[in-house]
């Protein structure tokens, strides 16, 4: 006793230097290794833990000691002992164990500090997790016990809150029979659970209504009209939820808080079941309206005492975890049909509390209330008294997490994100349900919000909902106008309303507290982001209402427009130029408000530009051009008065303003192109003028903004408006408008500044896209190609004229000009040029011919000079990014011998020193150039025909010889996926390279007989991918893996001789081993399903040599578990092994690999059982369809599904699992029609002549809940 005494003084004296302040890093590594290295929790079992009987010393420590650290490590301990050595620990100290810690929570949970007493919670539920119900029995009994036991209420409640999150959602350290077990077992104590804790909740909610003295207020006309009467179900039901609020003592509040805490939790991994009554739902909307009280907040603060501060915010706190109790029930997207009469009972209960939060007239008050409403749960006042309670009892660590900044509004807000996301489809139909009330109280919600964020969540809403709305009107055009003269009047008052809120004449307060400077995550910055927002909204209500939304917004736009307009007027010449002659202080803030909406409005016309074009053209003609000719105006009007040069009195402000109206109004503009383009197709056929002058006027607006005289945001507009008219547009007349000859002539004049470089880029691609685009509408003898030919040869000759000078100084000894002067006129060249080219690659041959006809001399001058560049990373870089494009656009064009000198000279120049120079010395910038040279060889393999066959060699030999023993042992990712791509491509597109044999041989000879060629390299390209599933690039990973699956698909890669006898299985292994160390566990389906791609291949082989092999090379298994585990992998070929491989990511989003097995165990585990059917083992999720439709949910990711199903189908069909299976079948329902569409293939498949299922009436048991059998498949074809 004497030696346990000192050894606890002693670690206690440690534990308290380790964690003080003043204690240096070398004085804790030594207490830390006296300490059994406490930082790192799995290294405890060296010293101290590791020894015999370590865990009575703790138990002793636990019991003794008043050190925080002391008893928070003793209890690691414990956790360590647990979760590692379980297994081992004989079997009287596991009882021991199971008794003594109980009953010390039990002893001490009232004084023990929050965080040691949840720690030693979760120690306790982790011996449940590995011996209830088989040795620790009494585990979930005793839970229940302490929940009504009144004195231990909130211990039960944290113990039950434990056991649902280490239970139901476990981690890796358990295999997935076990997980599957747990599961099952909770779910049989859900209803008891789920009982108790609803009569908590009844318990005190009725005791303190009893007691409560303040009477229940008057009602309001806002309160007891008829939406109310429409939203609650009966006049019993409004009565109840209007009774007062009972004010809560503390220790109800903690308790009930825990409660809702327990419930959330439940909610989020439970079925919706029976289990949740209507007395439990209508419990929970009860505690939901703590949310809405706002006197109780004010009678607290009022009465100013700490105390009774935190008791408010408490109450407070009771609503958010009530709100996301319903949230947890709300998410889930499969509700059964006996289920959604609750939600519509949730449904009506909480839109009540709606109209409670939103039921004053006047906005203000509305407002108001949500301010409060919107409060942090927690405040100073808060942290600084909760430790008083902390001391008391009365709160917990797990009664604060999670919920200490999360509002009753954040929570509202989610709710009705998930009720319009998930559920309005179900809703809408029920005449009960009010859906046009229902958006008058959410349009009062959303525009009464107190923040930004909130007002953003809110549109968010209202873009599901009008997507909602439009989805539904394509899939019923007959009843389009029933559904639009329902929702009209939502709509047209959504869009008025919206659009107030972008404009600072109705809304300046808020609108400029927005920041416009600070960029987030997606480039915007705040304002940014709230004028999308509020134009996404505004351009789907006009895909509904055109009619209304244009009626609308263009009056608005008029209005904004004629103050611009009217500046004129204001322009006196000054001394130094122009000056706008409007200088008081409030005539300036009113042209800033006004000209900031001008530009919004701008924008908004211009987001609705796709809704004037297409079908509609004809019939919206007339608005689109009163809009168009508009923005033609003031286009012209900015550039001939130049308003973004002149002097304004607040030039900070005001002229920022001026340049973004005009920017915003060529964007608009812009915006018009393809209207425009249609337009073009109309004025072709009937000869007009009006489309000539409107094409014309715009040119005049453009070309005097093109000069590096003009603010960029101004230029750069207006080159982006000459490039859609020169490439959407392409009106014929277009090269002889003067004002384009002025374009031409400034881009091509030597003398002439040059534009800034994406200017000079815009500006140069419009100009040559006018020479090399086919006019539209006219036939190919009238394109004029020979004078568009020697203009365009004209323009690129002036562009490159600088460039082509390069030439002879390639061969010189010394430059006559300094190298950064040679860089930047590369750059400068090569940068349009391949601006050029790429957008011209997509176009007819004509087009590319002449682009290749003017390009011809500039790519011999590159070709001459990459050589001496070749040592200049950047250079090189430009260069053959020029190169790459050019094989992409023009290889064609280019002719088959230059093409194969271009490709000699790259090979040449890349030797391995060179390689190895860029890769290893040069940074980011060589790494460049070598995948660009890999880009540039994958365009020349992927080309079909004999003529590039001849460097197939060389190209191997080049990846395999010199860049991939460069790269390959590099940690970091550069060049590798290039490199894998490229091999991929060599092999996808060269299958004869390797495989000569034709089709007809391989039918008479048998692919086991293929002739095989360059063996050589084909083994060492696949040494190559297997390397590279040792790697930790996930990325790499996963692209490699995709290559190895297509060539198989395409190319039967498995099947070849090489492949299954010498690499078959070393892929195998690897694949495995990769699932048993976890290490991608992102791509558990994809391994699976190559692995089994693999073994189907060989099965005999698979089954017979390699897993024997396989699990006796595996680490930390024993020979018993070894053999058990090979009796367990089941002969049957496409189950079995399909079972193993796929089995824990169907029923576990973080499952267990079956090659992954649990430590010995000293009892019997029937995780290694055989299947007590004397079938084949099915997965743990086939297991339990009906009650886990969370399983469902997780299988349809990716591509997994439809396999799945198909999987299903041989099973029924040719395993006689039929009706164990279409078990399974009936649960994926009611899914949406996307997952379900496999589904009913399966069926199909299922019900086809010859099948075990053949029979209709087999399918009545496994889908009554869907009300019938689809009719489809009661008749089956016999074409399915």
Same mark, same amino acid.
């Given at each position: 006793?004497?030696?346990?005494?000192?050894?606890?003084?002693?670690?206690?004296?440690?534990?308290?230097?380790?964690?003080?302040?003043?204690?240096?890093?070398?004085?804790?590594?030594?207490?830390?290794?006296?300490?059994?290295?406490?930082?790192?929790?799995?290294?405890?079992?060296?010293?101290?833990?590791?020894?015999?009987?370590?865990?009575?010393?703790?138990?002793?420590?636990?019991?003794?000691?008043?050190?925080?650290?002391?008893?928070?490590?003793?209890?690691?301990?414990?956790?360590?002992?647990?979760?590692?050595?379980?297994?081992?620990?004989?079997?009287?100290?596991?009882?021991?164990?199971?008794?003594?810690?109980?009953?010390?929570?039990?002893?001490?949970?009232?004084?023990?500090?929050?965080?040691?007493?949840?720690?030693?919670?979760?120690?306790?539920?982790?011996?449940?997790?590995?011996?209830?119900?088989?040795?620790?029995?009494?585990?979930?009994?005793?839970?229940?016990?302490?929940?009504?036991?009144?004195?231990?209420?909130?211990?039960?409640?944290?113990?039950?809150?434990?056991?649902?999150?280490?239970?139901?959602?476990?981690?890796?350290?358990?295999?997935?029979?076990?997980?599957?077990?747990?599961?099952?077992?909770?779910?049989?104590?859900?209803?008891?659970?789920?009982?108790?804790?609803?009569?908590?909740?009844?318990?005190?909610?009725?005791?303190?209504?009893?007691?409560?003295?303040?009477?229940?207020?008057?009602?309001?006309?806002?309160?007891?009209?008829?939406?109310?009467?429409?939203?609650?179900?009966?006049?019993?039901?409004?009565?109840?939820?209007?009774?007062?609020?009972?004010?809560?003592?503390?220790?109800?509040?903690?308790?009930?808080?825990?409660?809702?805490?327990?419930?959330?939790?439940?909610?989020?991994?439970?079925?919706?079941?029976?289990?949740?009554?209507?007395?439990?739902?209508?419990?929970?909307?009860?505690?939901?309206?703590?949310?809405?009280?706002?006197?109780?907040?004010?009678?607290?603060?009022?009465?100013?005492?700490?105390?009774?501060?935190?008791?408010?915010?408490?109450?407070?706190?009771?609503?958010?975890?009530?709100?996301?109790?319903?949230?947890?029930?709300?998410?889930?997207?499969?509700?059964?049909?006996?289920?959604?009469?609750?939600?519509?009972?949730?449904?009506?209960?909480?839109?009540?509390?709606?109209?409670?939060?939103?039921?004053?007239?006047?906005?203000?008050?509305?407002?108001?209330?949500?301010?409060?409403?919107?409060?942090?749960?927690?405040?100073?006042?808060?942290?600084?008294?909760?430790?008083?309670?902390?001391?008391?009892?009365?709160?917990?660590?797990?009664?604060?997490?999670?919920?200490?900044?999360?509002?009753?509004?954040?929570?509202?807000?989610?709710?009705?994100?998930?009720?319009?996301?998930?559920?309005?489809?179900?809703?809408?139909?029920?005449?009960?349900?009010?859906?046009?009330?229902?958006?008058?109280?959410?349009?009062?919600?959303?525009?009464?919000?107190?923040?930004?964020?909130?007002?953003?969540?809110?549109?968010?809403?209202?873009?599901?909902?009008?997507?909602?709305?439009?989805?539904?009107?394509?899939?019923?055009?007959?009843?389009?106008?029933?559904?639009?003269?329902?929702?009209?009047?939502?709509?047209?008052?959504?869009?008025?309303?919206?659009?107030?809120?972008?404009?600072?004449?109705?809304?300046?307060?808020?609108?400029?507290?927005?920041?416009?400077?600070?960029?987030?995550?997606?480039?915007?910055?705040?304002?940014?982001?709230?004028?999308?927002?509020?134009?996404?909204?505004?351009?789907?209500?006009?895909?509904?209402?055109?009619?209304?939304?244009?009626?609308?917004?263009?009056?608005?736009?008029?209005?904004?427009?004629?103050?611009?307009?009217?500046?004129?007027?204001?322009?006196?010449?000054?001394?130094?130029?122009?000056?706008?002659?409007?200088?008081?202080?409030?005539?300036?803030?009113?042209?800033?408000?006004?000209?900031?909406?001008?530009?919004?409005?701008?924008?908004?016309?211009?987001?609705?530009?796709?809704?004037?074009?297409?079908?509609?053209?004809?019939?919206?003609?007339?608005?689109?051009?009163?809009?168009?000719?508009?923005?033609?105006?003031?286009?012209?009007?900015?550039?001939?008065?130049?308003?973004?040069?002149?002097?304004?009195?607040?030039?900070?402000?005001?002229?920022?303003?001026?340049?973004?109206?005009?920017?915003?109004?060529?964007?608009?503009?812009?915006?018009?192109?393809?209207?425009?383009?249609?337009?073009?197709?109309?004025?072709?056929?009937?000869?007009?003028?009006?489309?000539?002058?409107?094409?014309?006027?715009?040119?005049?607006?453009?070309? /005097? +903004?093109?000069? *590096? #005289? %003009?603010?960029?945001?101004?230029? &750069? $507009?207006?080159?982006?408006?000459? !490039?859609?008219?020169?490439?959407?547009?392409?009106?014929?007349?277009?090269?002889?408008?003067?004002?384009?000859?002025?374009?031409?002539?400034?881009?091509?004049?030597?003398?002439?500044?040059?534009?800034?470089?994406?200017?000079?880029?815009?500006?140069?691609?419009?100009?040559?896209?006018?020479?090399?685009?086919?006019?539209?509408?006219?036939?190919?003898?009238?394109?004029?190609?020979?004078?568009?030919?020697?203009?365009?040869?004209?323009?690129?000759?002036?562009?490159?004229?600088?460039?082509?000078?390069?030439?002879?100084?390639?061969?010189?000894?010394?430059?006559?000009? /300094? +190298?950064?002067? *040679? #860089? %930047?006129?590369?750059?400068?060249? &090569? $940068?349009?040029?391949?601006?050029? !080219?790429?957008?011209?690659?997509?176009?007819?041959?004509?087009?590319?011919?002449?682009?290749?006809?003017?390009?011809?001399?500039?790519?011999?001058?590159?070709?001459?000079?990459?050589?001496?560049?070749?040592?200049?990373?950047?250079?090189?870089?430009?260069?053959?990014?020029?190169?790459?494009?050019?094989?992409?656009?023009?290889?064609?064009?280019?002719?088959?011998?230059?093409?194969?000198?271009?490709?000699?000279?790259?090979?040449?120049?890349?030797?391995?020193?060179?390689?190895?120079?860029?890769?290893?010395?040069?940074?980011?910038?060589?790494?460049?150039?070598?995948?660009?040279?890999?880009?540039?060889?994958?365009?020349?393999?992927?080309?079909?025909?004999?003529?590039?066959?001849?460097?197939?060699?060389?190209?191997?030999?080049?990846?395999?010889?010199?860049?991939?023993?460069?790269?390959?042992?590099?940690?970091?990712?550069?060049?590798?996926?290039?490199?894998?791509?490229?091999?991929?491509?060599?092999?996808?597109?060269?299958?004869?390279?390797?495989?000569?044999?034709?089709?007809?041989?391989?039918?008479?000879?048998?692919?086991?007989?293929?002739?095989?060629?360059?063996?050589?390299?084909?083994?060492?390209?696949?040494?190559?991918?297997?390397?590279?599933?040792?790697?930790?690039?996930?990325?790499?990973?996963?692209?490699?893996?995709?290559?190895?699956?297509?060539?198989?698909?395409?190319?039967?890669?498995?099947?070849?001789?090489?492949?299954?006898?010498?690499?078959?299985?070393?892929?195998?292994?690897?694949?495995?081993?990769?699932?048993?160390?976890?290490?991608?566990?992102?791509?558990?389906?994809?391994?699976?399903?190559?692995?089994?791609?693999?073994?189907?291949?060989?099965?005999?082989?698979?089954?017979?040599?390699?897993?024997?092999?396989?699990?006796?090379?595996?680490?930390?298994?024993?020979?018993?578990?070894?053999?058990?585990?090979?009796?367990?992998?089941?002969?049957?070929?496409?189950?079995?092994?399909?079972?193993?491989?796929?089995?824990?990511?169907?029923?576990?989003?973080?499952?267990?690999?079956?090659?992954?097995?649990?430590?010995?165990?000293?009892?019997?585990?029937?995780?290694?059982?055989?299947?007590?059917?004397?079938?084949?083992?099915?997965?743990?999720?086939?297991?339990?369809?009906?009650?886990?439709?969370?399983?469902?949910?997780?299988?349809?990711?990716?591509?997994?599904?439809?396999?799945?199903?198909?999987?299903?189908?041989?099973?029924?069909?040719?395993?006689?699992?039929?009706?164990?299976?279409?078990?399974?079948?009936?649960?994926?329902?009611?899914?949406?029609?996307?997952?379900?569409?496999?589904?009913?293939?399966?069926?199909?498949?299922?019900?086809?002549?010859?099948?075990?299922?053949?029979?209709?009436?087999?399918?009545?048991?496994?889908?009554?809940?869907?009300?019938?059998?689809?009719?489809?498949?009661?008749?089956?074809?016999?074409?399915?």
């Amino acid at each position: 006793m004497a030696s346990e005494e000192a050894s606890l003084r002693a670690l206690e004296s440690l534990m308290t230097e380790f964690f003080h302040d003043c204690t240096t890093n070398e004085r804790k590594r030594e207490i830390a290794l006296f300490c059994c290295c406490l930082t790192f929790p799995e290294e405890l079992l060296d010293n101290f833990a590791q020894q015999i009987g370590a865990w009575r010393l703790c138990l002793y420590f636990l019991s003794s000691t008043g050190n925080d650290y002391v008893m928070m490590y003793s209890l690691t301990v414990f956790e360590n002992l647990i979760n590692k050595m379980w297994l081992g620990v004989p079997s009287q100290d596991k009882m021991e164990i199971r008794s003594c810690l109980p009953k010390l929570l039990l002893a001490h949970h009232k004084t023990l500090p929050y965080f040691i007493r949840n720690k030693l919670c979760k120690v306790i539920v982790d011996i449940g997790r590995q011996d209830w119900p088989m040795f620790y029995h009494d585990f979930f009994t005793n839970i229940l016990q302490l929940i009504q036991s009144p004195v231990t209420t909130p211990l039960g409640l944290i113990m039950l809150k434990t056991t649902s999150e280490e239970l139901a959602c476990p981690r890796e350290d358990l295999s997935v029979a076990r997980k599957e077990e747990l599961r099952k077992l909770l779910l049989d104590q859900v209803q008891a659970v789920l009982g108790l804790l609803t009569g908590i909740l009844e318990t005190v909610w009725d005791k303190h209504s009893v007691t409560a003295a303040t009477p229940p207020p008057s009602p309001t006309p806002g309160e007891s009209g008829d939406l109310l009467s429409n939203l609650l179900q009966s006049p019993s039901s409004a009565k109840l939820l209007n009774q007062p609020i009972p004010i809560l003592d503390a220790e109800s509040e903690y308790i009930c808080s825990l409660a809702l805490e327990c419930l959330a939790h439940l909610f989020s991994w439970i079925p919706l079941s029976a289990s949740i009554t209507p007395s439990l739902l209508t419990t929970i909307f009860h505690f939901a309206r703590f949310g809405c009280d706002i006197r109780a907040r004010k009678m607290a603060s009022v009465n100013g005492s700490s105390q009774n501060c935190v008791l408010g915010q408490e109450r407070g706190r009771l609503g958010v975890l009530a709100m996301s109790c319903i949230n947890e029930l709300m998410s889930k997207n499969c509700v059964p049909m006996e289920f959604e009469e609750y939600l519509l009972r949730m449904f009506q209960q909480t839109f009540y509390l709606l109209q409670k939060i939103t039921k004053d007239n006047n906005a203000h008050t509305v407002k108001s209330r949500l301010e409060e409403l919107d409060e942090s749960v927690c405040n100073p006042l808060w942290f600084q008294s909760v430790g008083l309670l902390m001391r008391n009892g009365h709160v917990g660590g797990n009664g604060m997490k999670g919920c200490l900044t999360c509002s009753y509004i954040e929570k509202f807000t989610d709710f009705l994100r998930l009720f319009v996301s998930v559920h309005l489809r179900r809703i809408e139909s029920y005449s009960q349900f009010p859906v046009v009330e229902f958006l008058t109280l959410l349009f009062k919600y959303t525009f009464h919000q107190p923040t930004h964020e909130g007002y953003f969540s809110c549109l968010d809403i209202w873009t599901l909902f009008l997507d909602y709305l439009t989805s539904k009107i394509k899939s019923r055009l007959g009843d389009k106008e029933a559904v639009l003269n329902r929702y009209e009047d939502a709509l047209v008052l959504l869009l008025t309303e919206v659009l107030n809120r972008i404009q600072f004449r109705y809304n300046q307060a808020q609108l400029e507290e927005l920041d416009d400077e600070t960029l987030d995550d997606d480039q915007q910055t705040e304002w940014q982001r709230y004028l999308r927002q509020s134009l996404e909204v505004v351009a789907k209500v006009m895909e509904l209402l055109p009619t209304h939304a244009f009626s609308t917004l263009f009056p608005v736009l008029q209005d904004n427009l004629e103050v611009y307009l009217g500046l004129q007027q204001f322009i006196v010449t000054s001394g130094s130029g122009h000056r706008l002659n409007i200088t008081a202080e409030n005539d300036c803030r009113r042209l800033h408000c006004s000209l900031r909406d001008l530009s919004s409005l701008l924008q908004a016309v211009g987001r609705l530009a796709e809704y004037f074009i297409g079908d509609v053209f004809a019939a919206r003609f007339s608005d689109a051009l009163t809009v168009v000719e508009r923005l033609v105006k003031v286009t012209l009007y900015g550039s001939q008065i130049k308003l973004y040069n002149i002097e304004t009195a607040v030039p900070s402000v005001l002229k920022p303003d001026l340049i973004d109206v005009h920017a915003q109004s060529l964007a608009a503009l812009q915006a018009y192109s393809h209207w425009l383009a249609q337009y073009c197709g109309e004025a072709h056929r009937q000869n007009t003028q009006q489309f000539v002058t409107l094409i014309s006027t715009t040119m005049d607006a453009v070309t /005097p +903004l093109i000069s *590096t #005289k %003009v603010q960029d945001k101004l230029l &750069l $507009s207006a080159c982006h408006l000459l !490039v859609s008219l020169a490439t959407t547009v392409r009106p014929v007349f277009l090269i002889s408008i003067p004002a384009v000859q002025k374009v031409f002539n400034r881009i091509t004049d030597a003398s002439a500044q040059r534009l800034v470089d994406k200017a000079q880029v815009l500006v140069c691609r419009a100009l040559s896209n006018i020479l090399l685009l086919p006019w539209p509408n006219l036939p190919e003898n009238e394109q004029q190609w020979p004078v568009r030919s020697i203009n365009h040869a004209n323009l690129i000759s002036a562009l490159s004229r600088d460039y082509r000078n390069l030439k002879p100084n390639a061969v010189a000894p010394q430059r006559k000009m /300094p +190298l950064d002067d *040679t #860089k %930047v006129i590369i750059h400068q060249t &090569l $940068s349009v040029l391949e601006d050029i !080219v790429e957008n011209i690659s997509g176009e007819s041959t004509k087009s590319r011919q002449i682009c290749y006809q003017s390009l011809q001399e500039s790519v011999q001058v590159s070709l001459a000079l990459f050589p001496a560049f070749i040592h200049q990373s950047d250079v090189t870089d430009e260069m053959l990014s020029f190169f790459l494009t050019l094989f992409r656009g023009l290889r064609v064009q280019m002719g088959v011998p230059f093409t194969e000198q271009i490709i000699q000279t790259f090979l040449n120049m890349f030797t391995r020193e060179q390689l190895a120079e860029s890769i290893l010395h040069e940074g980011s910038t060589g790494c460049r150039v070598v995948e660009k040279f890999l880009k540039i060889l994958q365009v020349v393999v992927q080309e079909p025909g004999q003529v590039f066959k001849p460097f197939l060699p060389s190209i191997i030999a080049l990846c395999m010889e010199q860049v991939y023993p460069i790269i390959a042992e590099r940690p970091s990712p550069d060049v590798k996926a290039e490199l894998f791509e490229l091999l991929f491509r060599t092999l996808h597109h060269n299958w004869r390279y390797f495989f000569k044999s034709t089709v007809l041989a391989s039918v008479q000879r048998g692919i086991a007989e293929e002739q095989m060629e360059n063996e050589p390299q084909f083994s060492a390209i696949m040494q190559a991918f297997g390397q590279s599933f040792l790697q930790p690039d996930i990325h790499l990973f996963k692209q490699n893996l995709f290559y190895l699956e297509t060539l198989n698909t395409k190319q039967k890669l498995y099947h070849k001789k090489i492949f299954r006898t010498t690499m078959l299985f070393q892929f195998v292994n690897v694949l495995l081993q990769v699932l048993v160390h976890k290490s991608h566990d992102l791509l558990q389906e994809e391994i699976g399903i190559a692995i089994y791609n693999m073994a189907s291949v060989d099965f005999d082989g698979f089954f017979a040599a390699f897993l024997p092999e396989f699990l006796t090379s595996c680490d930390g298994v024993d020979a018993n578990q070894k053999n058990v585990l090979g009796r367990n992998f089941k002969m049957d070929r496409p189950l079995g092994l399909c079972t193993c491989l796929l089995g824990s990511s169907w029923n576990s989003s973080r499952g267990t690999s079956p090659f992954h097995p649990s430590p010995p165990d000293t009892r019997q585990n029937e995780t290694f059982l055989p299947h007590p059917r004397g079938v084949p083992a099915l997965p743990p999720a086939l297991e339990q369809p009906a009650r886990s439709p969370t399983s469902v949910c997780r299988l349809t990711r990716g591509s997994c599904w439809s396999k799945f199903c198909s999987l299903l189908a041989y099973l029924i069909c040719d395993m006689h699992q039929g009706s164990f299976l279409l078990d399974s079948l009936g649960s994926c329902f009611p899914l949406s029609w996307t997952l379900s569409f496999p589904v009913f293939l399966c069926l199909g498949i299922c019900l086809s002549p010859g099948s075990v299922s053949s029979s209709p009436e087999l399918l009545e048991p496994h889908f009554s809940h869907l009300g019938s059998v689809p009719s489809c498949f009661l008749r089956p074809s016999p074409n399915i």
